[in-house]
């Protein structure tokens, strides 16, 4: 298995509502990384975990909240959004020092 | 700091001719650089990667890329385009400081004129 498997793949909310991003791997990559990509820009780095502990919080807002409950499951848990985080979130995953990420195909996230 | 610069926001070339997207780095040290493809409505796959080995980089699909130490550049190239590879590129530098971070260009759009 070479995938990242990321679900749902489209995801619309409302402000109020509580949801969660998954993402899984299997090809036993110990580093799983949460990056957010707006419109005709490249993707924005948001949180990283190495060996299932959070290694980098890019200042993300607390409305954002990730989870890594074993070493090929990555969640992020979503809540109070506002219209602004609407945006395509993707999921990748490597080996610590070697940069040739693995990205997922993303979830396409509306909040209205 | 490390950075890279995209040089052509839009790239537009005929099927069957040569394809040239340009890149420019800036790192105080020797850096692992990287071209990623994102197809509309995709997310991101690794073309090829340099990280000290080879010079002449070949990757997937056909593209190649050349590190070029005394012009601080790291272009992607493919001999003939195909309709399939209309898609944005981006071109990604590591972080010196840290193994868990890497820095994406602007992107490259690529269009493909039959």
């Known amino acids: 298995d070479t995938e990242v498997t990321q679900t749902p793949k489209h995801l619309v909310m409302g402000m109020t509502n509580k949801k969660s991003l998954k993402c899984e791997q299997h090809?036993?990559?110990?580093?799983m990384y949460w990056y957010k990509q707006k419109a005709k820009k490249p993707p924005e780095l948001m949180f990283v975990y190495s060996y299932e502990k959070l290694s980098i919080n890019e200042s993300v807002p607390s409305r954002f909240s990730p989870e890594c409950p074993n070493s090929s499951l990555l969640n992020l848990h979503l809540h109070a959004l506002q219209p602004e985080d609407s945006a395509l979130y993707l999921c990748?995953?490597?080996?610590?020092?070697?940069?040739?990420?693995?990205f997922g195909s993303g979830t396409r996230l509306t909040v209205v | 700091a490390q950075s890279v610069t995209q040089l052509d926001s839009h790239v537009s070339v005929s099927e069957g001719t040569p394809v040239l997207l340009r890149c420019n780095y800036s790192s105080s040290y020797s850096p692992s650089l990287f071209w990623y493809v994102q197809h509309p409505n995709k997310g991101l796959q690794l073309l090829l990667k340099y990280t000290s080995a080879a010079t002449l980089v070949k990757g997937i699909n056909g593209f190649e890329a050349e590190f070029k130490k005394s012009e601080t550049s790291f272009h992607l190239t493919k001999p003939s385009a195909h309709m399939s590879d209309a898609a944005e590129y981006f071109c990604v530098v590591s972080d010196q400081y840290r193994d868990d971070k890497i820095i994406f260009g602007k992107g490259t759009r690529l269009h493909i004129l039959p």
């Open positions: 090809m036993g990559h110990r580093a």
């Open positions: 990748a995953s490597n080996w610590p020092g070697n940069y040739g990420y693995t």
